[in-house]
T-cell receptor, first 118, second 114 residues
Framework: AQKVTQAQTEISVVEKEDVTLDCVYETRDTTYYLFWYKQPPSGELVFLIRRNSFDEQNEISGRYSWNFQKSTSSFNFTITASQVVDSAVYFCALSEPILTGGGNKLTFGTGTQLKVEL | ETGVTQTPRHLVMGMTNKKSLKCEQHLGHNAMYWYKQSAKKPLELMFVYNFKEQTENNSVPSRFSPECPNSSHLFLHLHTLQPEDSALYLC?????????????FGPGTRLLVL
């Protein structure tokens, strides 16, 4: 069975600090996809990034960067120079195919609540 | 409207009521999903519809009844719910078959069962 672990329940930082959110996953699939979503207080899950298992290049998007390491089954997310608007719950997710009928289903971690204070 | 919309945003119902949650996607996708998010629990997949056909039912109790009349609309019919069913119900959609398939979520319906 697939599993996603986000060991950090809550992280508090002061604005402008860098912060890394950890994600460790388990899967028996050789091809899989990993995601990060942001959930602000309004509740909507906002898609941040998708990573294919066969592409281990790290990615940077503005203040966000992601470090995918297949050898350690980790997909960590770093926010550089954090801002108050980054305060949210961040979820890591792993997809697996639905064998009958197609599509994919996501297995989510329990999320990390990030609080960025002035 | 853009993206994925859900109505109502908030719902309070008694255990004997019948209500429905509505989801609409404006992204041209062919698959839709219901997820449940309870306090202190991971998001749980409930149902998946691919081209209007249900492809996944994650052992959801029969008091939750989904309906997908077309690829743009998804309903969740609720009846005789229990207080432990209080949660945030999230709808998502995706384009199955794309190499970069990604699920996009709506804002959710916060449900309180009294």
């Amino acid at each position: 069975a697939q599993k996603v672990t986000q060991a950090q329940t809550e992280i508090s930082v002061v604005e402008k600090e860098d912060v890394t959110l950890d994600c460790v996953y388990e899967t028996r699939d050789t091809t899989y996809y990993l995601f990060w979503y942001k959930q602000p207080p309004s509740g909507e899950l906002v898609f941040l990034i998708r990573r294919n298992s066969f592409d281990e290049q790290n990615e940077i998007s503005g203040r966000y960067s992601w470090n995918f390491q297949k050898s350690t089954s980790s997909f960590n997310f770093t926010i550089t120079a954090s801002q108050v608007v980054d305060s949210a719950v961040y979820f890591c997710a792993l997809s697996e195919p639905i064998l009958t009928g197609g599509g994919n289903k996501l297995t989510f971690g329990t999320g990390t609540q990030l609080k960025v204070e002035l | 409207e853009t993206g994925v919309t859900q109505t109502p945003r908030h719902l309070v119902m008694g255990m004997t009521n019948k209500k429905s949650l509505k989801c609409e996607q404006h992204l041209g996708h062919n698959a839709m999903y219901w997820y449940k998010q309870s306090a202190k629990k991971p998001l749980e997949l409930m149902f998946v519809y691919n081209f209007k056909e249900q492809t996944e039912n994650n052992s959801v109790p029969s008091r939750f009844s989904p309906e997908c009349p077309n690829s743009s609309h998804l309903f969740l019919h609720l009846h005789t719910l229990q207080p432990e069913d209080s949660a945030l119900y999230l709808c998502a959609s995706s384009q199955v078959g794309l190499s970069q398939e990604t699920q996009y979520f709506g804002p959710g319906t916060r449900l309180l069962v009294l």
